[in-house]
């Protein structure tokens, strides 16, 4: 049996993953008492229609009791063989408040308290700190559109497979801030700016004259492989960890060249053994997978 806990702060998209995974199969319920999870798996297990595939959402509607006791039920449910897989969804505080301001909907925790609407979106990543913690993939939806996030929630979530890691390496800025969802960072700023070219500042790490900039320096190169040595002794031991899901995230300064550049590096590195890679470019917004056929083709380029 498979069981889907959808978590993470309001404002999110938490209906809009369970209503991704129900659409798909799965068996959904919204907002249970974390309390009643066991209950339900009990019950799940007693019907043969519904037992391969469920999903729950779990939120900071909850008594601060069940949730301080989340960590708990959860290490009951797999003692008891079931598979769980925690999804948490976060977003950046002011996407949050914007989300609220824009639907005039009340965030749940000012309902019963004298706290502002700000007060509550910051409170709350604290009240669901125990799930955070134990979350198999967090997923940051501030710059995700509700289809993007469907489909993320298809790929990475419905078709995962537990007995594989699914290894992720993502592009980012860090004028925009580093990704929410990433478990390790690398700091590209060190290297040499192609932004500082009038000719090749419109051109992406993707485009074979940002390409040949950055491979005509010998600091780019001892970057690439020292983070591939790097990732190559620790993803086994992350992996051995039972972690379903790792992001690697490398960083630039607008996230257009060398981390994108780097990016698209490491992952045809690691596809040509590592099944099911995942390409993820937050500033240009590309999200795709690379399988080996695909890095064995452009190994040479």
């Known amino acids: 049996m498979q069981l889907v806990i959808i978590s993470g702060r309001s404002g999110s998209g938490k209906s809009i993953a369970l209503q991704a995974l129900e659409d798909l199969g799965y068996y959904a319920i919204d907002n249970l008492p974390a309390m009643l999870l066991s209950s339900l798996v009990d019950e799940l297990q007693r019907d043969e229609t519904r037992r391969a595939f469920s999903a729950v959402s779990i939120d900071a509607r909850n008594l601060p009791d069940a949730l301080e006791r989340f960590p708990s039920l959860l290490a009951d449910l797999q003692a008891r063989g079931i598979q769980c897989q925690v999804v948490y969804l976060t977003a950046e505080s002011k996407i949050l408040l914007e989300r609220y301001s824009a639907t005039r909907r009340r965030h749940p925790l000012t309902r019963e308290s004298q706290m502002t609407l700000a007060e509550a979106i910051d409170s709350e990543e604290g009240t669901l700190a125990g799930i955070l913690d134990l979350a198999d993939l967090i997923i940051d939806t501030s710059r995700l559109s509700v289809h993007e996030l469907r489909g993320r929630i298809c790929e990475q979530v419905a078709q995962h497979r537990d007995q594989q890691m699914t290894l992720t390496f993502e592009s980012f800025g860090f ?5 929410l969802d990433a478990d390790t ?13 009038p000719r090749l500042r419109q051109s992406t790490g993707r485009d074979p004259e940002i390409i ?8 780019v190169d001892r970057f690439a492989r020292d983070t591939i ?10 992996q051995a960890s039972h972690r379903s899901y790792m992001t690697v995230a490398i960083g630039c300064t607008g996230g257009q060249h060398r981390s994108v550049y780097l990016t698209e590096r ?36």
Do not use: M
Not at 175 to 179: E, M, S
Not at 185 to 197: E, G, H, M, T
Not at 212 to 219: A, Q, T, V
Not at 268 to 277: E, I, K, L, N, S
């Open 185 to 197: 960072v690398f700091d590209a700023r060190c290297l040499p700016n192609p932004y500082w070219d």
């Open 229 to 238: 040595d790097w990732l190559t002794r620790w993803l086994p031991a992350y």
């Open 212 to 219: 040949e900039f950055l491979e005509g320096y010998e600091d």
């Open 175 to 179: 004028k925009g801030g580093v990704p």
């Open 266 to 301: 490491l992952a045809r590195h690691f596809a040509t053994h590592h099944p099911g890679v995942r390409l993820r470019h937050r500033e240009l917004g590309i999200h795709t997978s690379i399988s080996k056929t695909d890095a064995s083709g452009q190994q040479g380029r």
